[in-house]
């Protein structure tokens, strides 16, 4: 089992920045890969951003060149750096980590970006 929480959001005006962390615990060994999502209302959730275990990194079109995301030294934080933001980021962001194919999920973090 892997256990995430989201933490670090909150309302910010457009251009902005914010900076999400989720923290990891339980078997976080073998992870292959962890992400965030993020989930607008009336919206299905979507992928933003994806770290895989060797440290690839990709992006959605929607924040590629706006938000990076990387991993803390000790390998049980991810990290999302959020810049320039807009209204139309505004959603509730989720944590992902994929082991041994099962998907884990953290409860959200609701980020609020006013213009």
């Known amino acids: 089992q892997v256990q995430l929480v989201e933490s670090g959001g909150g309302l910010v005006q457009a251009g902005g920045s914010l900076r999400l962390s989720c923290a990891a615990s339980g078997s976080i060994f073998n992870i292959n890969i962890m992400g965030w999502y993020r989930q607008a209302p009336g919206k299905q959730r979507e992928l933003i951003a994806a770290?895989?275990?060797?440290?690839?990194?990709r992006y959605a079109d929607s924040v590629r060149g706006r938000f990076t995301i990387s991993r803390g030294n000790a390998k049980n934080t991810l990290y999302l750096q959020m810049n320039s933001l807009k209204p139309e980021d505004t959603a509730v962001y989720y944590c992902n980590a994929e082991r041994f194919s099962v998907n884990y999920w953290g409860k959200g973090t609701l980020v609020t970006v006013s213009s």
């Open positions: 770290l895989t275990s060797g440290g690839t990194a």
